[in-house]
């Protein structure tokens, strides 16, 4: 059984989730904050969230990964990841969902299939 991540992410925020199954639910597995990003119009940092996941593809703690960002953000994390961890993006969302909780998150991505 695949273990699937999404990354919900905007200029302040960026929440990973794993999609624990049978029952799809979402279980926030980590919560990286910079509080300065939107009021600086400062991005949070791209490259940490690469590094972060690049860890974690090491230690085969994901299988899939689904990025859910605004466009330009989307744009920014896309540029930070390692090659390998790239080629495990199953879906991209260009949209800021980063402040939904797991349950609303939940929801949306069932309304999408």
Do not use: C
């Amino acid at each position: 059984m695949a273990t699937t991540w999404i990354v919900a992410a905007d200029e302040s925020r960026a929440r990973v989730l794993q999609v624990a199954r049978p029952e799809r639910r979402l279980d926030e597995i980590e919560n990286l904050l910079n509080p300065e990003g939107r009021l600086q119009h400062r991005e949070l940092q791209s490259d940490a969230v690469g590094r972060y996941l690049e860890k974690a593809r090491v230690e085969h703690r994901f299988d899939e990964l689904v990025l859910v960002a605004p466009p330009r953000f989307l744009g920014a994390l896309r540029k930070e990841l390692d090659k390998e961890v790239a080629k495990l993006v199953k879906d991209e969302l260009p949209k800021d969902l980063s402040w939904f909780s797991a349950r609303e998150l939940e929801s949306y991505f069932a309304k999408a299939r």
